[in-house]
C-alpha cells in the first residue's frame, strides 16, 4: 500500500482552495450543516453549477458521459478537500448514486434526458428507499406500484427522504411483485417530483434542521418508460451505485476540520481564567481526537486505495463508515465536554458561541450519521461475516 500522494493530488488541493477563495463569499466558513433557508438555497444551487462547470461533480464519471474519468483516488482526494473547506453544493443523491445508475442501466432516452443536467449541477435527485417498515431490511418496503395503461400507479410512504423538499427527481424503488421473494419483486422507478398526488411532509431532526421529510404517494402516475433497468430487478440495479464512491471521507474531513478549529479557538483562551486548556486531561483528549481523526483518514485512503487497484472493498468500507461517524460522535461528546458551558450557545446566539456554535450542532447532528447509509450495528454485521467470515 502506497500513501504517497503524487503532485496531481497536491494540485487538486490547491484547485479547491483556489475555487473556494474565488467562488464563495470571503471569508467562507460554511453552513451550518444543513442548508437552511432560502439565502443558503440559493448559494447553494449556485455553487452546484460552478462545480458541474469544473467537472467536479462527475469526476469519476466516464469521459463518454461528460465526466473527468478520474480515479478513485482523485475523486476521495477531491471529496476530502471539499469536505475540509465546507463546499456546499454538492448533490450527493445525483451524481454519486442515480446518475451512475442511469448510466449503467438507464435506456438511452434516460441517459440523454437525466445525466446532462446532473453532470452541469441543475437537478436536485432525492432518494426514496426507506420507509416506516423499511429501513436496514430494505427489501421489506411495501410501497406499490400497480400498472394500468403505460403507466404504473404508486401509492405508499417513503421516509427520512433527504432534500425532497427541494427535490426535482425521485429515484424510488417500489414493490411491483407482491407474490415474488421479497429482492425480486422490487422495482427502480424514476419520479418527477411535480407529478400530482406527492405530499412531502418536513421533519425536523434533533438539531432543529430540516433535512429529510416523509413523502405520501396518493395514486401517483408514473411512465413505464421511467422503470429504471428492468421490471422486477430493481434492487440489483440499486445495487450498481455501491461500485461508485465507497469511502466514507468527507465525514473524517470532515470531523478534522472542526477539531482543528476547536483547537485554535481553545488555544486563543490561553491566559483567560478558565481556560479549557489549562487542564492536562482537556490537552490529554483533543491529542487522542487526533489520533482518532489520523485513523480515520488512512481506513477511508485504504478503501480508496482498494478500489483503485479493482478491489471490492466490503468489509473495509464498513469499518472506515464505522469509525467515521462514530469519530463525530465522540468529537462532538468529548468538545462539548472540554469547552462546557459555553459550547451551549448554538440556538441562542451562534456568533457568540466558540467556533460559531459548532460544536453543540456537532454533538447533536453526529447522532443520525451512525443511522443514515447503513447503521453502525448493519456495518458491524457486514464486517463480521464477510470480513471474518463469521457464522449469520
Ligand atoms: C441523516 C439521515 C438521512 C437519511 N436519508 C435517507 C434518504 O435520503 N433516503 C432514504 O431512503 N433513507 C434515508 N435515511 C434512512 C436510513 O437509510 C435508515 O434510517 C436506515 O437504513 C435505518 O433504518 P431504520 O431507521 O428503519 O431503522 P431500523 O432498520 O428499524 O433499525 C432500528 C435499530 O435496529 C438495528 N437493527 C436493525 N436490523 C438489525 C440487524 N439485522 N442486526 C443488528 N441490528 C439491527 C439498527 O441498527 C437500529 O439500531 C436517512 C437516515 C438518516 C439518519
Known amino acids: 500500500m502506497d500513501f504517497m500522494f503524487g503532485p496531481e493530488h497536491d494540485n487538486l488541493r490547491q484547485e479547491v482552495r483556489d475555487f473556494v477563495k474565488k467562488e464563495l463569499p470571503q471569508p467562507w466558513d460554511g453552513f451550518m450543516g444543513e442548508v437552511d433557508g432560502p439565502e443558503e ?4 444551487k449556485l455553487v452546484r453549477k460552478k462545480l458541474g462547470r469544473k467537472g467536479w461533480l462527475t469526476f469519476a464519471w466516464p469521459k463518454e458521459y461528460g465526466g473527468g474519468g478520474a480515479d478513485h483516488i482523485m475523486q476521495m482526494v477531491l471529496n476530502e478537500e471539499l469536505s475540509y473547506n465546507r463546499v456546499p453544493g454538492k448533490d450527493g443523491s445525483g451524481n454519486a448514486f442515480i446518475g451512475p445508475c442511469i448510466i449503467v442501466h438507464g435506456s438511452e432516452e434516460q441517459k440523454k434526458v ?9 437537478v436536485v435527485w432525492c432518494q426514496g428507499f426507506s420507509e416506516p417498515n423499511a429501513g436496514s431490511d430494505l427489501a421489506s418496503l411495501q410501497t406499490a406500484a400497480v400498472k394500468d395503461g403505460d403507466d404504473y400507479v404508486i401509492n405508499g410512504t417513503k421516509i427520512w427522504t433527504t432534500f425532497a423538499h427541494y427535490g426535482d427527481w425521485m429515484h424510488l424503488l417500489c414493490r411491483t411483485d407482491p407474490n415474488a421473494e421479497k429482492h425480486k419483486g422490487i422495482t427502480y ?3 418527477d417530483m411535480k407529478t400530482p398526488g406527492i405530499t412531502v411532509k418536513p421533519l425536523l431532526n434533533v438539531a432543529d434542521g430540516h433535512i429529510f421529510n416523509q413523502c405520501f404517494f396518493d395514486n401517483v402516475r408514473v411512465p413505464a418508460k421511467n422503470i429504471l433497468g428492468q421490471l422486477n430487478r430493481g434492487w440489483y440495479a440499486a ?4 461500485d461508485f464512491e465507497r469511502s466514507s471521507v468527507a465525514s473524517s474531513s470532515g470531523a478534522r476540520r472542526l477539531l482543528d478549529d476547536s483547537i485554535t479557538y481553545l488555544k486563543s483562551q490561553t491566559g483567560t481564567a478558565h481556560a479549557p486548556l489549562d487542564k ?5 483528549k483533543l491529542a487522542d481526537l487526533v489520533v482518532q481523526s489520523e485513523a480515520g483518514k488512512v481506513l477511508n485512503y485504504r478503501v480508496g486505495w482498494m478500489q483503485r487497484t479493482g478491489k471490492a ?5 464498513s469499518i472506515a463508515k464505522v469509525f467515521s461517524t462514530e469519530l463525530n460522535q465522540r468529537l462532538g461528546r468529548t468538545l462539548m465536554e472540554i469547552i462546557g458551558l459555553k459550547g451551549l450557545h448554538y440556538h441562542k446566539d451562534r456568533k457568540r458561541a466558540p467556533v460559531l456554535g459548532r460544536i453543540e450542532h456537532q454533538f447533536l447532528h453526529s447522532i443520525a450519521s451512525t443511522i443514515g447509509s447503513g447503521t453502525s450495528e448493519i456495518q458491524r454485521n457486514v464486517i463480521a461475516w464477510r470480513g471474518l467470515g463469521l457464522p449469520r
Open 41 to 44: 438555497l440559493a448559494l447553494d
Open 114 to 122: 437525466h445525466v446532462p443536467p446532473i453532470a452541469r449541477g441543475e
Open 189 to 191: 422507478f424514476l419520479l
Open 239 to 242: 445495487a450498481t451505485a455501491l
Open 280 to 284: 492536562p486531561m482537556a490537552r490529554y
Open 313 to 317: 472493498p466490503n468489509a473495509e468500507a
